[in-house]
């Protein structure tokens, strides 16, 4: 087992890594998905798509060459570890996703995008950490808990299995697999390089499209290893579950999860998630102070309501499709799995039906 201290340092270092890059990159799928129909812009959506498939080819290579490891936590023997791919529930992947994506629109980002907007200075974006806790835990031990487990049991098989990837629909095997994998990408990076790539900085210092869609593919596969590795499970990039973690290890010193806990200096506990997500905000402060980018912002008091509502219904709508655009949309759909497809698919559709009521329609009148 690895010891608290390695293990949090690990946690640590990705979650800035993360938040640097975020900022730097200005990577924030709520604009990436938004911008497709209010601003006719494909440059987030490119990086976005880019970031798919580095993080699909070397997550899955990751696994298959046997380097998905952890140890056994009363042995310490060294075992083999899969890719976690969630159970394909549809009507809770759909009904979930669509309302998640609505409630970005509200709330003025993604999941990831109001934790690195933390790091900025944007007060909206404590607001927003706020009323997504608040929906996660009404969700998922609150008032909305009976719905949420209804629509859980609402499961769909394909090839016998609850959790199948998209190349189950084919067949399978390793070959069919690898076919299917390098089908869809071959097509995903074909509409990427029609962005003309470059890979660098621009004038005015920050990552360029191309380059942030390659490092948060590469984080994302370092995130599979390394929450394996050094945090027991193989948990990969997310937001939703470690917000949650982190908000009952403040308040209880406890994030009454099931994963294992470490504890740092024995005066806070907490699994290699609430370091990991306590630690994003930090990488984005750290981008922003270079950049000389950070300085509080305040919105209008009536913004405030608007994002605490729209905040609310991300953390809804992630607990009850099984995750947000980062842990269904980077991470799950890096495993192929259906239902992290489905969900990121209905994410797209409901931040456009609420970016046209927000924005398309009153221009319209």
């Not at 089908?183 to 942030?212: C, Q, R, Y």
């Not at 394996?228 to 994030?255: D, K, V």
Request: charged share 10%; net charge positive; proline share 3%.
């Amino acid at each position: 087992m690895q010891g608290s201290i390695v293990s949090i340092f690990s946690a640590v270092l990705l979650g800035l890594s993360l938040g640097y890059i975020l900022q730097r990159g200005r990577f924030c799928l709520n604009s990436a998905f938004r911008d497709i129909i209010f601003l006719d812009n494909l440059t987030t959506f490119r990086a976005y798509l880019l970031s798919v498939v580095v993080a699909i080819i070397g997550s899955n290579l990751l696994q298959d060459l046997g380097y998905m490891i952890t140890s056994n936590p009363n042995t310490g023997e060294l075992i083999h570890t899969q890719l976690l791919r969630q159970n394909f529930v549809p009507l809770a992947n759909i009904l979930g996703g669509f309302v998640f994506g609505m409630g970005i629109v509200l709330a003025g980002g993604c999941a990831s995008g109001i934790v690195f907007r933390l790091g900025e200075g944007q007060a909206a974006a404590i607001i927003a950490i706020i009323g997504f806790f608040f929906g996660v835990v009404m969700t998922t031990d609150g008032v909305f808990s009976p719905l949420h487990h209804y629509l859980k049991t609402f499961t769909f098989e394909i090839g016998g299995m609850q959790n199948p990837a998209f190349w189950h629909l084919f067949g399978q095997g390793q070959q069919v697999k690898w076919i299917s994998i390098g089908i869809l990408s071959i097509i995903l990076l074909a509409f990427v390089f029609k962005g003309k790539p470059k890979f660098g900085l621009t004038k005015t210092k920050t990552f360029t499209w191309a380059l942030t869609g390659l490092m948060i593919g590469l984080l994302t596969m370092a995130g599979w290893w390394m929450s394996s590795y050094f945090g027991g499970f193989p948990r990969g990039l997310a937001i939703t579950t470690p917000m949650r973690e982190l908000f009952n290890s403040l308040l209880y010193n406890s994030s009454h999860s099931p994963f294992q806990e470490y504890s740092f200096l024995g005066i806070f506990r907490g699994t290699w998630g609430v370091f990991f997500i306590f630690s994003v905000p930090l990488g984005a402060f750290l981008s922003a102070k270079a950049r000389q980018e950070f300085s509080w912002k305040i919105p209008p008091v009536g913004q405030f309501l608007t994002v605490f509502g729209g905040s609310v219904m991300m953390g809804v709508g992630a607990v009850v499709a099984g995750g947000c655009n980062l842990g269904h949309g980077i991470t799950g759909v890096s495993t192929g799995a259906i239902s992290s497809i489905i969900a990121i698919t209905a994410i797209v559709m409901g931040n456009w039906t609420m970016a046209y009521f927000k924005f398309i329609r009153p221009t319209n009148f």
